[in-house]
């Protein structure tokens, strides 16, 4: 299974991006998928994530400003970014719950994505 991102960037704060995120491979359904951002640190925190029926869930720092969304039938996810902040400028990665046949579940990463905002 692979995660491919797209859709990072340069913005100026107070502006936009998108981003998406294509999964594919040997895949039967997927649970939840999300993003997760990674400042320079070692820490990874969560974003957004979205389960597989539509119910989505934010960090207290992104809600209001950033929405998630996802495609079943394509396996993509993504996440628009309205009113950014230079806090914002970090690595995204996309990350996924996949099942397979046999009900095994398995969580994928994507190679991340570069969102830099400047002030």
């Known amino acids: 299974v692979q995660l491919v991102e797209s859709g990072g960037g340069l913005v100026q704060a107070g502006g936009s991006l998108r981003l998406s995120c294509a999964a594919s491979?040997?895949?039967?359904?997927?649970?939840?998928m999300g993003w997760y951002r990674q400042a320079p640190g070692p820490q990874r925190e969560p974003v957004a994530v979205i389960d597989n029926g539509g119910s989505p869930k934010y960090a207290n720092s992104v809600k209001g400003r950033f929405t998630i969304s996802r495609d079943n039938t394509k396996n993509t996810v993504s996440l628009q970014m309205n009113s950014l902040k230079p806090e914002d400028t970090a690595v995204y990665f996309c990350?996924?719950?996949?099942?397979?046949?046999?009900?095994?579940?398995?969580?994928?990463w994507g190679q991340g994505t570069q969102v830099t905002v400047s002030s």
């Open positions: 491979g040997n895949i039967f359904s997927i649970k939840d």
């Open positions: 990350r996924a719950i996949v099942v397979d046949l046999r009900g095994r579940q398995y969580i994928y």
